[in-house]
T-cell receptor
Framework: DAGVIQSPRHEVTEMGQEVTLRCKPI?????LFWYRQTMMRGLELLIY????????DSGMPEDRFSAKMPNASFSTLKIQPSEPRDSAVYFC?????????????FGPGTRLTVL | AQSVAQPEDQVNVAEGNPLTVKCTYS??????LFWYVQYPNRGLQFLLK??????LVKGSYGFEAEFNKSQTSFHLKKPSALVSDSALYFC???????????FGAGTRLTVKP
């Protein structure tokens, strides 16, 4: 199994540009999570999907952030327009089901730098 | 809402010595507790979890954790540390009633030869 796949691994962009992060969850997993990791705030849950449907997006910082999951094997996190304070490592994770006992499996992350 | 605290930013141990990384939690219902490890420039890797049953949970790479309900703790332990165990360790808690997992701030473990 390839695990959770994220692309790109690194992204450097200028303030005001649109950024799209991509995630392919583990095949057969029903839940997908987007996290952001910074030194100041640690690991924060942004949004999660169950069976491609967004369940809780209360962690999305503001309207500049949006996430989609058009099918079971693909999700995107978009920031438009990007700002320097968005610089962080963004992780995608998936789990087999939606139960609270399910283990989440993390991708390698995308390191975003907004200049 | 549930929360988790890792009281130590950094833990240093000598190779071969036992290690403990501390975690305490707060949750209104029955907790589901997890430990993850993060190596440099990598995603989080699952180590172990407590759902129910035996309070001592064994996980990957020789790690184990003990659930203590009275002390609301879930400390991570290993009898003999390896240099390769040096990494960032995260404790996480999830309330039975929702899917929201809250992570601690992380503890950086350094094992010196």
């Amino acid at each position: 199994d390839a695990g959770v796949i994220q692309s790109p691994r690194h992204e450097v962009t200028e303030m005001g540009q649109e950024v799209t992060l991509r995630c392919k969850p583990i095949s057969g997993h029903n839940s997908l999570f987007w996290y952001r990791q910074t030194m100041m705030r640690g690991l924060e849950l942004l949004i999660y999907f169950n069976n491609n449907v967004p369940i809780d997006d209360s962690g999305m910082p503001e309207d500049r952030f949006s996430a989609k999951m058009p099918n079971a094997s693909f999700s995107t996190l978009k920031i438009q327009p990007s700002e320097p304070r968005d610089s962080a490592v963004y992780f995608c994770a998936s789990s087999p089901g939606s139960g609270s006992t399910d283990t989440q499996y993390f991708g390698p992350g995308t390191r975003l730098t907004v200049l | 809402a549930q929360s988790v605290a890792q009281p130590e930013d950094q833990v240093n141990v000598a190779e071969g010595n036992p290690l403990t990384v501390k975690c305490t939690y707060s949750v209104s219902g029955n907790p589901y507790l997890f430990w993850y490890v993060q190596y440099p420039n990598r995603g989080l890797q699952f180590l172990l979890k407590y759902i129910t049953g035996d309070n001592l949970v064994k996980g990957s790479y020789g790690f184990e954790a003990e659930f203590n309900k009275s002390q609301t703790s879930f400390h991570l332990k290993k009898p003999s540390a390896l240099v390769s165990d040096s990494a960032l360790y995260f404790c996480a808690v999830r309330d039975k009633r929702n899917n929201d997992m809250r992570f601690g701030a992380g503890t950086r473990l350094t094992v010196k030869p």
